[in-house]
């Protein structure tokens, strides 16, 4: 705890640095801190998360920003044997990650941004950079968006980058906000992002994660986890957004997609926020439901007539057949003027999920419970 606090304190003193060192600072407006803790557990994993996020604004026109992540990683995984759970290994894991991106408006209608971010964990290191941008074409009851992105991630084992893996990926989304009427905005979106990864695992591949395939000469060995180079993606949904009156507003939304490793799903989500107090209590309920299908590649057991294992394999539960529901509430407080800060608000969630996964024989269903907090303060 001494240490998060340090960490902290050091955090806020370069935030304001950053905040203080050219002219008229506050004439450019507002900054924020936000802390947030999480902790998450499903039976097998429990993670605890502390992080800490600052904004400024550097110049008119332009935003920075900086963000501390800890994740604290305990519980056991499944070992597999041929296709049933055998034992289970339990480890501890520590996880640190920091980013910096700076936001630059070009004008009121038109944006760029830049992110960079490294990660460190007891063997893995890994930086990224992502480079975006958005433009707004604005009409009196409508505006259309168009957002890019493009970004770079590698990682290696610590002390051997010569089998880094290496990723690049590329998005474009576009957006049609259209308001109805003084209570209602219809939003339809659709998407499309392609990945290209490092061939040695593949697009989303875990190097922790090992497969048990059988095999002519060999019979049942565990293999590392292999997936496609590529991988593209095409997504497109419907949100609506209604004022109900009395305080309460409503969202729901639809979303479909269709990936190149011939997984669809489907997600319908929705909202009941209520707003009280002038606005300064708001609390939230949410409901979310999703399905997919499971990736071609994807087989209870690899088993092989050759000498040589399958050319693609996954350990990995989130590429199968799966069904999930969330079960949300969350609420904000705002207290408003406290010391040197214009606003602070203090927030609180919970959220109940249920995944079911009838093609994944060791861990057919997951029950996952998160709970968490934190505090924004504007100056």
């Not at 996880?95 to 007891?122: I, M, P, Q, W, Y």
Request: aromatic share 10%.
């Amino acid at each position: 705890m001494r240490l998060q606090l340090t960490v902290a304190r050091v955090f806020a003193g370069v935030l304001a640095g950053l905040v203080m060192a050219s002219p008229n600072a506050h004439a450019r407006g507002p900054g924020e801190i936000a802390t947030r803790v999480d902790r998450y557990e499903d039976g097998w994993i429990k993670v605890t998360k502390g992080g800490l996020r600052g904004s400024a604004k550097a110049t008119k026109q332009t935003t920075v920003s900086a963000q501390y992540n800890i994740d604290v990683l305990s519980g056991a995984t499944p070992v597999l044997v041929t296709d049933v759970v055998s034992t289970a290994t339990s480890f501890v894991e520590t996880r640190h990650d920091a980013a910096f991106d700076a936001k630059h408006e070009l004008s009121t209608t038109a944006s760029v941004n830049a992110t960079g971010r490294v990660s460190t964990e007891s063997d893995f290191r890994s930086f990224g950079l992502s480079l975006g941008g958005q433009v707004e074409l604005m009409k009196r009851h409508a505006t259309a968006a168009i957002t890019f992105s493009a970004g770079s991630h590698r990682a290696w084992r610590k002390g051997d980058t010569s089998n880094a893996a290496d990723s690049a990926t590329f998005g474009l989304a576009v957006s049609w906000a259209h308001l109805l009427n003084a209570d209602t905005e219809l939003t339809v979106l659709a998407e499309t992002r392609y990945a290209s990864c490092a061939a040695h695992l593949g697009c989303d591949a875990n190097p922790y994660r090992y497969v048990p395939t059988f095999t002519a000469a060999h019979g049942w060995v565990a293999v590392t986890e292999r997936h496609p180079d590529k991988r593209g993606r095409g997504a497109v949904g419907l949100r609506l957004r209604r004022y109900l009156g009395g305080g309460f507003g409503l969202h729901v939304g639809a979303r479909g997609y269709r990936d190149s490793w011939q997984m669809t799903g489907y997600t319908l989500d929705s909202t009941v926020a209520h707003d009280s107090f002038g606005g300064r209590l708001v609390l939230r309920a949410n409901a979310r439901w999703s399905q997919q299908s499971a990736a071609s590649f994807y087989r209870s057991r690899y088993v092989t007539t050759s000498d040589s294992t399958a050319a693609w394999r996954t350990a990995d539960r989130e590429v199968t057949g799966l069904q999930a529901l969330y079960l949300g509430a969350s609420g904000a407080w705002t207290v408003g003027k406290v010391g040197p800060f214009g606003a602070v608000a203090i927030s609180a969630r919970l959220r109940r999920m249920d995944f079911t996964y009838p093609d994944y024989s060791p861990m057919p269903k997951r029950d996952a419970w998160l709970v968490g907090g934190g505090v924004d303060a504007a100056f």
